[in-house]
């Protein structure tokens, strides 16, 4: 018995013969191919890989014998996939597969600039709203003498505005 924990690469259903490509996190070879000649039940077969979320759920595929394949799907029922020939074959990881993984980083990193962008615009946006209010503050603080209540309000506001600003520029 044959098993790996893996994803969903891709799969491919023609006249009866299935072609599965999996996925495993780590390993010598990382890449297993699972051929089925004379698929049974191929419309069965068919309808629950196309439910699999490639490259996302993780799969136990185990070989169970000369003839058949299971793949348990996290949260779905067990995928049997039975036929008069079984192939498991492993390799290394292919072209595709560094140029999958470089896209997918890219993508990544353009998403987490983006984010950060976006973040550090909206802190702008709150920093300047917040000079100006102190700047107003400041200047309503001035006609009250300093002894007074309205004088005392202004300034523990001015002092709460600088705490915040002071957090934001660390």
Known sequence: MTACQAVLDTWSLADGNLRVRFTQASGDAPVVYVEVSGLENPSHVEHHLGGIDPFNDELSVTRTGPSEVTIQPEYDPVIVLRGAKVEWRTSAFEAADFERTARLNEEWGKS???????????????????????????????????????????????????????????
């Open 112 to 170: 987490q600039h983006e984010a950060w962008s976006n973040a550090n615009a909206r802190i702008g946006a709150v920093k300047h709203l917040l000079v100006d209010q102190r700047r107003r503050l400041t200047e309503k603080a001035k006609s009250h003498a300093p002894e007074s209540t309205a004088r005392l309000l202004y300034d523990q506001q001015i002092s709460f505005i600088d705490r915040v600003l002071s957090k934001l520029d660390t």
